[in-house]
């Protein structure tokens, strides 16, 4: 409701080609009808077709070439329609043809088009494509016309990027109570954009109440800027739902009580895979709400909590709740205020996931203690890992013997992310060494970790033989131009696996650390030494 949809991006006023009338697709039918059934050089050569076979040809045809160019105006609606219409008479013509040249049909078979020619039942209803415009009650009642066609398959729908005036939420109520018990999976995101307050309020009561009772798989509310008022207008909906398994409240101003109002109206969550808070207001107490529901969710498989203003207490929460998710295979908290007390109880939940196989924990203030923690974790678990953020927590060479065990260990990793930390070069070498025996590594990304120059040729050595690499990422770091220009010359015949180096810094450096090339060895820095230190360095795969 915050968000702002300007009348200027109403779409402009224009004459529309498609759809046809109904008239002017009965008039098409019986043209198709004489087509197969008079004299012509087709009919001369194949034979006519009786009544009753041209009579049930031609809906067919005329059916098939309607969806099939139906579903080339759903992907284009901001167009008039020509295309379509195009495709409409092409499609007629071409199935026309063919009938023709198959002839009259034996007595006893009914199959005028063949099954590899129809086109396959829509289940999918979307109206979120083109410009993101306000819609009101006229332009409700034609994009919605599908939805009230009988029969129809719809399952799954999607109004989002669309904003709903209360005219047209009313003319959706019906057509949404008529389908409520055939879908499976509701997407209402961004449907109230630039509305006033008390607008979009009575325009998610509508909805709510029109899909009160229908049994959905999927529910996505989010970029509503809900707030605890929007929460509880889709109350009816939430407290209806008993075998919901996916739940999308992302960028919807989940405060404390909001927090604790979606609590308290998801009464049934044991089915739930699926639940997603990025980019909200939660902060610890409403984490503590958030924390039952996880409580309750069993057979979760993806959480993400990222960007929601949880410290500590909210943190170790959210852990503890984890520890019951046996099945998480995905987990996403960024960019919250952690700190190390909750990545110790982080680190216990992590430890009995064995079907982990994303975990992003980037800027969570983790520390030393904290990432130590969370990779002896991570090592004695998931088997499976494939990604691997901890990016922007402060993490030094100190943890770097913890965090290349735990790395080495994960044979199917492909993506690494350590960027904005303070590896520095002994860190960097550990990391490289580790990095050697995975041969499924597709991405790692090391920048900002005042790395110099052996570390960056130690990375570079590693991920330049590994098949499939797609990307190192060394920017922002240390390393002397002559570094810069080794790594360069490895990556020479394949530069686009290496990600620019232009704010790179080799007079960069710590306070009260020698600048690299000072001193002995001068073009080679402290690095070279530092990598003869490490040379016989292994990382072992158990304690």
Not at 271 to 287: I, R, S, W, Y
């Amino acid at each position: 409701m915050d968000s702002t949809t300007t009348n200027s991006q109403r779409r402009p006023f224009s004459i529309k080609l498609w759809p046809p009338s109904e008239g002017t697709r009965k008039v098409l039918v019986e043209r198709l009808r004489n087509n197969l059934t008079t004299n012509s050089i087709f009919t001369q050569k194949y034979g006519c077709l009786s009544k009753e076979e041209a009579e049930e040809s031609a809906d067919q045809i005329e059916d098939l070439a309607f969806n099939t160019a139906n579903q080339l105006y759903d992907r284009e609606p901001d167009g008039d329609g020509g295309a379509a219409v195009q495709l409409y008479a092409k499609e007629c013509s071409k199935l026309l043809l063919e009938v023709l040249k198959r002839g009259p049909a034996a007595k006893n078979d009914k199959v005028l088009v063949s099954k590899k020619e129809t086109s396959p039942v829509e289940t999918f209803f979307d109206i979120s494509k083109g410009q993101r415009a306000f819609i009101e009650a006229d332009e409700a009642e034609n994009i919605l016309r599908p939805l009230k066609e009988p029969g129809n398959s719809y399952t799954k729908i999607c109004f989002s990027n669309r904003s709903f005036g209360l005219g047209a939420a009313r003319v959706a109520e019906p057509i949404l109570v008529s389908l409520k018990h055939q879908l499976k999976e509701v997407d209402l995101s961004d449907f109230i954009a630039g509305r006033p307050e008390a607008e979009a309020l009575e325009v998610m009561n509508i909805f709510s109440a029109a899909l009160e009772g229908s049994v959905l798989k999927s529910l996505n509310l989010s970029n509503n800027a809900l707030g605890e008022k929007g929460v509880r207008a889709f109350g009816p909906l939430l407290k209806s739902q008993t075998s919901l398994e996916e739940l999308y409240l992302m960028n919807d101003g989940i405060s404390e009580e909001a927090a604790k109002a979606v609590c308290e109206l998801i009464p049934s969550t044991e089915n739930l895979k699926v639940l997603q808070f990025h980019n909200n207001m939660t902060g610890d107490e409403g984490a503590l709400a958030i924390s039952e529901v996880v409580k309750r969710s069993p057979f979760l498989e993806d959480f993400r909590c990222s960007s929601t203003r949880v410290g500590s207490e909210g943190g170790i929460a959210l852990s503890k709740a984890l520890e019951t998710c046996s099945h998480l295979k995905k987990l996403d908290l960024r960019d919250n205020m952690f700190g190390a007390e909750a990545a110790v109880a982080l680190s216990k939940a992590l430890s009995k996931h064995a079907d982990l196989v994303e975990i992003y924990l980037s800027y969570l203030n983790l520390e030393d203690e904290g990432a130590i923690a969370i990779v002896n974790g991570l090592k004695e678990s998931a088997p499976l890992l494939e990604i691997l953020e901890m990016a922007g927590n402060d993490i030094t060479a100190e943890a770097a013997p913890a965090l290349a065990a735990c790395i080495a260990s994960k044979q199917n990793l492909t993506k690494l992310i350590l960027s904005e930390n303070e590896l520095k070069e002994e860190g960097s070498i550990q990391i490289g060494k580790a990095l050697e025996g995975l041969a499924q590594l597709k991405e790692v990304d090391m920048s900002n970790n005042f790395m110099r120059r052996a570390g960056a040729r130690m990375l570079a050595q590693v991920v330049i033989e590994k098949p499939g690499f797609k990307l190192l990422n060394i920017n922002g770091n240390i390393i002397s131009d002559e570094g810069i220009d080794e790594v360069k010359e490895m990556f020479k015949k394949f530069p686009e696996m290496l990600a620019p180096l232009d704010e790179n810094d080799p007079e960069g450096g710590d306070d009260g650390e020698e600048s690299e090339g000072e001193g002995e060895g001068e073009g080679e820095g402290d690095g070279d030494g530092l990598e003869s230190k490490l040379e016989n360095l292994e990382v072992s795969h158990d304690d």
